[in-house]
């Protein structure tokens, strides 16, 4: 698991054993630990990296550790806190629970005791990130849709959206052209305390260099021929909201000095102005480049990529997904066919799943778009397929028509039955959830349950009538 998905825990407390000795506990727990000796240094590190679970003595040097609670519950109201105190302070410590603290263990302590006070407090993240995650999978606008898969890397993906969405951290996207990563800046955004913002997209690679910097910062009345009024920048267009920075690593390395000074001052100039305008804004660049490499090699600033660079989430190409071709397929094809129930052929499926995919998602979507514009609206057939599909497959199979029709039928059956239990499983047996989860319509839905004998928790000896009324 990588640190990002792994539960953050920051322990704040002046004694420096006390903070290394938690720090331990935490890691044999498989947590990522962070240390502050005071309320205002671990003030800095909560925006900045989020902590899931604080570790704050009652008495710290300035600030309590109830001023910390307090303020941490308005930045992140999920994270849970626990208060470490002295015999003499336990009915300040209960005072703090109804404020919202998960519970307070006295110093002296064991060992054993932190540690179960520790797990306790994750599983309760845990458990509220997960039901919230379920949760948004049914909610979602119709706009973030796309992200659609039972896939472990994509669901990694959502669980890392459900995590940032809340925070002003900066993240970092990365991934192959048309994976959805301006799909996941959306979620991250439209489903978070930002949501009634401002979302500012930018592309950097169709930005024109010797207009980046008015486009993105603004120009005042006159500042170059043409510039008959002054013009607020798409980053002061963002303020209060999200900027994202699609293809971050096209932006020139002057351009990326310019962006990297108002990431650091939250400040822009106009072009032609000499004054300097205050944003707030959140980032989230996207990049299907190496940036490490390219740092390395001269052609991204290295503190640039640092600074944005705090959390990354990086979309799986759909070859690395392939399970979650069938369920895309079905998604596209209720967008793009309404209630027409269009069957899709197991050879023409077979050569969808072998087929490798360069464009990702978006290649798909394309695809399944000409397949219904093209088609008879009944059946999607090999020959439905772009060209380059069909080649592939005719050169890459060797098998006699019927057996590969054969091997696909049961490949495929076995394939959309395994992700569908797993996807009921993660639902808990709801069928509206494990619906929107699966991209399907709802009697989409019940055919499959039907042709698997897929028995839903409580519904196993009425289910076969209920569905039958939707085929």
Not at 363 to 368: A, H, K
Not at 406 to 411: F, V
Request: glycine share 6%; with cysteine.
């Amino acid at each position: 698991m990588s640190d990002d998905l792994k539960t953050r825990l920051l322990v704040v407390d002046d004694e420096q054993s006390i903070r290394r000795l938690c720090m331990t506990i935490g890691s044999s727990l498989g947590f990522v630990c962070a240390e502050a000796e005071s309320a205002e240094n671990a003030s800095a590190k909560i925006e900045a990296e989020a902590p899931d679970l604080i570790l704050t003595d009652l008495k710290l040097p300035n600030q309590s550790g109830v001023d910390l609670l307090k303020r941490t519950k308005t930045i992140l109201p999920r994270t849970e806190i626990a208060i470490m105190t002295g015999h003499g302070s336990i009915e300040s410590a209960v005072d703090a629970m109804k404020l919202g603290a998960y519970d307070y263990i006295e110093k002296p302590f064991r060992v054993e005791k932190m540690r179960l006070l520790l797990q306790r407090m994750a599983e309760k993240v845990r458990l509220v990130t997960e039901n919230e995650f379920l949760r948004e999978r049914v909610s979602t606008e119709n706009n973030l849709d796309g992200i659609i898969g039972a896939s472990a890397n994509i669901q990694d993906v959502l669980r890392m959206v459900s995590r940032l969405k809340d925070t002003r951290t900066p993240v970092l996207i990365s991934g192959e052209s048309g994976t959805g990563k301006e799909l996941v800046a959306r979620a991250i955004h439209f489903r978070g305390a930002l949501a009634q913002t401002p979302f500012v997209a930018v592309d950097c690679g169709s930005l024109v260099p010797t207009l980046m910097e008015s486009e993105l910062f603004g120009y005042e009345k006159g500042a170059f021929t043409g510039a008959m009024k002054s013009k607020a920048g798409l980053f002061q267009a963002a303020n209060g909201g999200t900027i994202f920075l699609d293809e971050i690593g096209e932006l020139p390395l002057e351009m990326q000095a310019k962006l990297l000074r108002v990431l650091q001052e939250k400040e822009v100039r106009p072009v032609g102005s000499n004054e300097r305008v205050n944003v707030d804004v959140r980032v989230i660049a996207a990049t299907n480049r190496d940036l490490e490499a390219a740092y390395r090699e001269g052609t991204f600033r290295k503190d640039l990529y640092f600074r944005l660079n705090v959390v990354t989430v990086h979309l799986p190409s759909l070859r690395e997904r392939r399970s979650d071709i069938p369920m895309l397929v079905h998604h596209f094809l209720d967008r793009y066919a309404p209630g027409k129930n269009i069957q899709v052929t197991p050879a023409a499926m077979k050569s969808l799943l072998h087929y490798d995919w360069p464009g990702n998602v978006r290649e798909l979507e394309n695809c399944v778009a000409r397949a219904v514009t093209l088609g008879d609206h009944k059946t999607i057939d090999v020959e439905d397929l772009p060209p380059a599909i069909r080649a592939e497959q005719a050169g890459s199979s060797t098998l006699a028509p019927q057996e590969a029709a054969s091997l696909s039928t049961t490949a495929l059956a076995e394939m959309e039955r395994m992700t569908i239990l797993r996807v009921f499983e993660q639902a808990n047996g709801d069928k509206a959830l494990a619906g929107k989860m699966l991209g399907i319509s709802r009697a989409t839905l019940y055919r499959k349950l039907k042709r698997y004998n897929i028995a839903v928790k409580g519904e196993a000896e009425s289910a076969p009538n209920t569905m039958a009324t939707h085929s």
